[in-house]
């Protein structure tokens, strides 16, 4: 059973969270959360990745009660292990259906849309690639930047391998060897396109919003491609949230994951600063987002992501 909200007799707990997510918003949840109940979280902040590994490796040791991530693979890593506990049902109910691990082991907490950011002085609409998959075409050789050795750009490759296959998926992967610049980091690659260094970008949404709503510095020369069309390209990454079944505060844990998958989470989404899209039910995301029923992602399940396949296709590519 979650703990009843604003419980008093809780209000020395303290919780645990491995927060892969951004940093800033984790610090938002956090807060939120304790303002609500009275639990404190202590957030340690990371990488999917390196999360992930760390905690199997820590198995029923692992001092974490909650585990947050950017993108679903590492979810699946930790879920695969038999490390997270049952979500709630009610946690489970706050969210779409298609937001949510397949067995129940984890929820969705918020998504991120793919996009091709491209320097506006370079490229013309007419002049952008219809497809991700055409970005493996000679023509662009040179030309567009990603950055294959984090986590956000293997999640986009886990989606594009689940859709097109292994064949397609370790095709485009040995292309993209000879046809990207690689650079470190999201924003790093829009930086970069801002300042007419490289004429695109495969990235996530949320840096450029991110951006205009501060300065626009590193954004004003940049306008965002939406592939659509189930295209590999316009991919939704979903966030995820699990609670170890090793927890010493099972309860509190639940209660935290439900507060950030329910009202009090995805309010943080619409009138904060991170930018991604709401996922609850009937939330609303930030209204200078494209909608996300107008993006037409591709169908993806998101708790078959895998991130080992992916970094052993592009590990033979040379990518890693």
Known sequence: MAVPLGGAARATETITVYNAQHESLGKEWAAGFTRDTGINVVLRNGGDTEFANQIVQEGA???????????????TLVDQAGLFAPVDPA?????????????????????RSTVFAYNKTKLQPADLPKSIMDLA????????A??????????????MLQLKGEAATSAWLKAMKDNAVPYKGNSTCMKAVNAGQIEGAVI???????????????SGNVALHYFR?????????????????????????????????????????????????????????????????????PKTEPSTLNSKAVTDLMTNAGLM
């Open 204 to 218: 996530y949404h949320y840096y450029y919003f991110g951006d205009q709503a501060k300065t626009g510095e590193n």
């Open 137 to 144: 075409e000679p023509a662009w050789k040179g030309r567009w």
């Open 229 to 297: 069309n189930g295209d590999p390209g316009a991919f939704v990454s979903l966030s995820g949230g699990g609670v170890l079944a090793s927890s010493k505060h099972p309860a509190e844990a639940q209660a935290f994951l439900k507060w950030v998958a329910g009202k009090g989470g995805q309010e943080v989404l619409k009138t904060g600063t991170s930018f991604e899209y709401a996922v609850g039910v009937n939330a609303a995301s930030n209204p200078k987002l494209v909608p996300l029923a107008d993006l037409q992602a």
């Open 91 to 111: 946690t489970l109910a706050e969210v779409c259906e298609t937001c949510k691990a397949a067995d129940g082991h984890w929820v969705g907490v918020a998504a």
């Open 61 to 75: 040791a692992s001092p974490a009660d909650v585990f947050l991530t950017e993108n679903s693979p590492a979810m």
């Open 146 to 159: 990603a950055s294959p050795t984090g986590a956000d750009f293997q999640a986009i490759v886990s989606a």
